[in-house]
């Protein structure tokens, strides 16, 4: 008896995201996608072709084949820069005739590896060697602001986050220094007659560190 292509195949359910860095490494395959089909295994019709039907504009990814019923999903190139989501609708087409096809939709997460330091931005003599000192009248008073520090992170989402605070060097305790705005204001009165020039801090932020 001939066996009927009367079967379409069935996707084996991927829930979630298949999770990645941005460093992933191009060898090792992001997940297996696996189908079935009812029909007899020993001809064409029980034979699946995967394909990436759309959501591949870049061609960042590929399918390597395992057997008759599974391939491995990979990355063709390195997802450095990367990040973000991506929604590949995948084909599952037996190799009867007329063919069968179903289709499922695969859900690649690339997320944004910490690889970047934190860069000033202003003042920007941070980020170099030249520090301009700053000038306070003695009778300045306490809570005034005296100065405001900004940097900027290249990396994505909460990498991205810059939280400033100072560390305990020099007079670092005559001054304070919001850890989300990079303002500083002045925590405790001057004497010029006990200090005339106060190391204020070392401004600190991720892997980086200022003289300020």
């Not at 995967?50 to 061609?59: K, P, R």
């Not at 060697?129 to 290249?154: F, M």
């Not at 705005?181 to 892997?207: F, H, M, N, W």
Request: a negative charge; aromatic letters at 6%.
């Amino acid at each position: 008896m001939t066996d009927e292509n009367d079967q379409t195949p069935v996707f084996e359910t991927l829930s979630g995201c298949v999770s990645v860095t941005e460093f992933h490494d191009t060898r090792v395959p992001l997940t297996t996608i696996q189908a079935t089909d009812g029909d007899d295994p020993n001809t064409p019709n029980g034979h699946i072709q995967f394909s990436i039907d759309s959501g591949n504009e870049l061609s960042l990814f590929g399918l390597v084949g395992v057997d008759a019923v599974s391939v491995r999903l990979l990355a063709l190139q390195p997802l450095v820069g990367r990040h973000g989501n991506y929604t590949l609708k995948l084909r599952a087409q037996d190799r009867g005739s007329p063919p069968n096809s179903a289709f499922q939709e695969v859900n690649i997460c690339v997320s944004d590896f910490n690889d970047h330091a934190p860069v000033f931005i202003r003042p920007d003599n941070l980020n170099g060697t030249a520090k301009t000192p700053l000038r306070l009248l003695e009778n300045t008073t306490v809570g005034s602001i005296i100065a405001n520090v900004s940097a900027v992170d290249q990396d994505a989402g909460l990498n991205s986050l810059v939280r400033y605070s100072l560390r305990p060097v020099g007079h670092w305790k005559w001054f304070q220094i919001d850890p989300v705005s990079g303002q500083i204001t002045l925590a405790q009165p001057l004497d010029r007659e006990q200090t005339k020039i106060l190391q204020v801090c070392q401004i600190y932020l991720g892997s980086n560190s200022h003289n300020f």
